[in-house]
């Protein structure tokens, strides 16, 4: 059974910082590109980070530019999310995604192969 598991969520004040760690288990996931994508009460899920196997790519939201970052231990099967100068705009359940490919994982929720749960991130002001 295939599972991404995300962990690391919480409540902060705004300013802080967390780390968001996602698992994968289940199957090898080599050639996967993996992300995070976040939804807010009331909105759609929408894509916040990409990375692509090799670490070669790196695709963000133009919202978290410059303040999160994404990266991967492919020996390890886990994706990262280091998240800095968190803002109250920030808060969402955050969750981690594999697809095949990145450009898919960037532009088309429906291509997305495999889902964590979600993990909450709340930001208070």
């Known amino acids: 059974q295939v599972q991404l598991v995300e962990s690391g969520g919480g409540l902060v004040q705004a300013g802080d910082s967390l780390r968001l760690s996602c698992a994968a288990s289940?199957?090898?996931?080599?050639?996967?590109?993996m992300g995070w994508f976040r939804q807010a009460p009331g909105k759609e899920r929408e894509f916040v980070a990409g990375i692509s196997w090799s670490v070669g790519s790196r695709y963000y939201a133009d919202s978290v530019k410059g303040r999160f970052t994404i990266s991967r231990d492919n020996a390890k099967n886990t994706v990262y999310l280091q998240m800095n100068s968190l803002k109250p705009e920030d808060t969402a359940v955050y969750y981690c995604?594999?697809?095949?490919?990145?450009?898919?994982?960037?532009?088309?929720?429906?291509?997305?192969?495999?889902w964590g749960q979600g993990t909450q991130v709340t930001v208070s002001s």
């Open positions: 995604a594999a697809s095949r490919s990145l450009a898919t994982l960037r532009q088309d929720l429906r291509g997305v192969d495999y």
């Open positions: 289940g199957r090898t996931f080599v050639g996967y590109a």
